[in-house]
């Protein structure tokens, strides 16, 4: 029998999707890339915004076609979207045979049993789930490269989002058992671990007592064979100066900080329950920059939320110029059921969102391409990750500087020896917008 997946959303799903393909492995299900060939099909859904519903929804049907088309006999939908919406979500779509939330991950073969005997499913309640490292997982990612989720769930509630709703109380796992399937992975293979959670830094403090973040950092660059650790998704409340100091000494951990700020302006914090003001993000700001040499700041901004003035929107723009963040992510808001944000009033125009988020893109990507040019000369250490679709010539990897996915890359000219997993040398010769190019240098 075999299985197809499709994972969509964020790389917290990812390894959701992961442990769930380790589950169907252990089961003797044979996982295929090929969705015509599949028994069963299974949809990790999204359901953060309205334009990841809608993607998830298409994905869940473009899936059932397998049924008439390939050898599909059950399909399943996991993830935030049947977390979200269960029963309904069964009821509406009866091209689905079970629905399993973000909580019964683990519950994926009792979905798989119970839909091929015919019974149509849902396995869902409040999101408590936490794996840990003797769970069966399968990496998705290049074998160099793992996400390692340290907590799970959230706490803070602001008022654009959804996540709580989904997956729960803040919850995270002890430093000995990330600390152990870390070591697992780089025994496997893995240079590059990237920790995530709904709010790295704030990880610990509800086993602890008080984050832990650094704690746990410490701990993970003691893994001999680990060459890169790097954090994303780490909010300004809690990144202490024990953190700062900690970054800026440790060579494995990636000078490299994912701060969501979401905006700038006092006032559309206050509304976005966000619980930092301007001056506070400002000062953090410099002070990470004084004490790690090197850093890459990358930020996200959510335009559009309801409320937001003209002259609000105008401050969060200045802020951008005035901080000159090396990468910045842009949304324009989605307005949630269920969250507060839903009902306020002063709901903000379709094309008045857009016309700002395209406004804020085109200064960021001016802002991007000075810092990218002033690279130029720089040495750096670069993941190679594989090599040009169009010119074989060239490596393509990544430095500390960029996330998978979410940032660019580097390009590495007339590389031809390098393979996918090695890390080295390249001097930088022009920057772009979002890439930089670069040439090997030979030790």
């Known amino acids: 029998m075999k299985a197809g997946f499709i994972s969509l959303g964020c790389s917290k799903n990812l390894v959701d999707t992961e442990m769930m393909l380790g589950i169907l492995k252990e089961h003797g299900i044979e996982i295929t890339a090929d969705p015509s060939e599949a028994d069963i099909l299974i949809v990790n859904t999204c359901a953060?915004?309205?334009?990841?519903?809608?993607?998830?929804?298409?994905?869940?049907?473009?899936?059932?076609?397998?049924?008439?088309?390939?050898?599909?006999?059950?399909?399943?939908?996991?993830?935030?979207?049947?977390?979200?919406?269960?029963?309904?979500?069964?009821?509406?779509?009866?091209?689905?045979?079970?629905?399993?939330?973000?909580?019964?991950?683990?519950?994926?073969?009792?979905?798989?049993?119970?839909?091929?005997?015919?019974?149509?499913?849902?396995?869902?309640?409040?999101?408590?789930?936490?794996y840990d490292a003797k769970n069966p997982r399968i990496l998705t990612t290049p074998s160099y490269t793992a996400y390692v989720k340290i907590a799970e769930g959230c706490d803070n509630h602001?008022?654009?989002?959804?996540?709580?709703?989904?997956?729960g109380r803040f919850r995270s796992r002890r430093i000995e058992d990330i600390k152990a399937e870390v070591e697992q992975l780089c025994e496997n293979g893995v240079k590059e671990i990237i920790l995530i959670a709904e709010d790295s830094?704030?990880?610990?403090?509800?086993?602890?007592?008080?984050?832990?973040?650094?704690?746990?950092?410490?701990?993970?660059?003691?893994?001999?064979?680990l060459q890169w650790v790097r954090t994303l998704y780490c909010y300004p409340k809690f990144f202490t100066d024990e953190l700062i100091?900690?970054?800026?000494?440790?060579?494995?951990?990636?000078?490299?900080?994912?701060?969501?700020?979401?905006?700038?302006?006092?006032?559309?914090?206050?509304?976005?329950?966000?619980p930092d003001t301007r001056a506070q993000i400002v000062a953090l700001v410099?002070?990470?920059?004084?004490?790690?040499?090197?850093?890459?700041?990358?930020?996200?901004?959510?335009?559009?939320?309801?409320?937001?003035?003209?002259?609000?929107?105008?401050?969060?723009?200045?802020?951008?110029?005035?901080?000159?963040?090396?990468?910045?992510?842009?949304?324009?808001?989605?307005?949630?059921?269920?969250?507060?944000?839903?009902?306020?009033?002063?709901?903000?125009?379709?094309?008045?969102?857009?016309?700002?988020?395209?406004?804020?893109?085109?200064?960021?990507?001016?802002?991007?391409?000075?810092?990218?040019?002033?690279?130029?000369g720089q040495v750096i250490e670069v993941l190679v990750e594989g090599r040009d679709e169009e010119q074989n010539i060239i490596a393509v990897g990544r430095s500390y500087r960029e996330a998978p996915d979410v940032d660019g890359q580097v390009y590495i000219e007339g590389d031809t020896d390098?393979?996918?997993?090695?890390?080295?040398?390249?001097?930088?010769?022009?920057?772009?917008?979002?890439d930089v190019v670069g040439e090997k240098i030979n030790e």
């Open 245 to 274: 100091d900690l970054y800026a000494k440790e060579p494995k951990i990636c000078k490299y900080i994912d701060m969501p700020l979401q905006h700038a302006h006092d006032a559309m914090l206050k509304s976005m329950r966000r």
């Open 286 to 376: 410099k002070k990470i920059r004084e004490r790690i040499p090197g850093v890459t700041i990358r930020s996200t901004f959510i335009v559009g939320c309801p409320g937001e003035t003209d002259a609000q929107y105008q401050s969060l723009r200045n802020f951008l110029e005035e901080m000159r963040f090396d990468k910045v992510g842009v949304f324009t808001y989605s307005r949630e059921e269920g969250t507060p944000a839903y009902d306020m009033p002063n709901q903000v125009p379709e094309d008045v969102m857009q016309e700002r988020y395209h406004d804020l893109m085109s200064l960021q990507s001016k802002i991007s391409e000075e810092i990218n040019q002033e690279l130029e």
């Open 158 to 167: 602001c008022a654009f989002c959804a996540i709580p709703l989904i997956r």
């Open 418 to 434: 390098s393979q996918p997993g090695d890390i080295i040398k390249v001097r930088v010769l022009q920057g772009f917008t979002y």
């Open 201 to 225: 830094t704030l990880y610990g403090k509800d086993i602890y007592g008080a984050p832990a973040l650094a704690e746990l950092l410490r701990e993970l660059v003691k893994v001999e064979k």
């Open 48 to 130: 953060f915004i309205q334009s990841a519903k809608e993607e998830s929804i298409t994905t869940i049907l473009n899936m059932a076609e397998y049924k008439e088309s390939g050898r599909c006999r059950s399909l399943i939908v996991a993830g935030c979207l049947g977390q979200r919406y269960g029963q309904e979500l069964l009821d509406d779509m009866p091209e689905a045979d079970a629905i399993i939330g973000t909580g019964a991950c683990k519950e994926i073969m009792t979905a798989v049993e119970e839909s091929l005997k015919g019974r149509r499913l849902v396995i869902a309640g409040e999101d408590k789930l936490l």
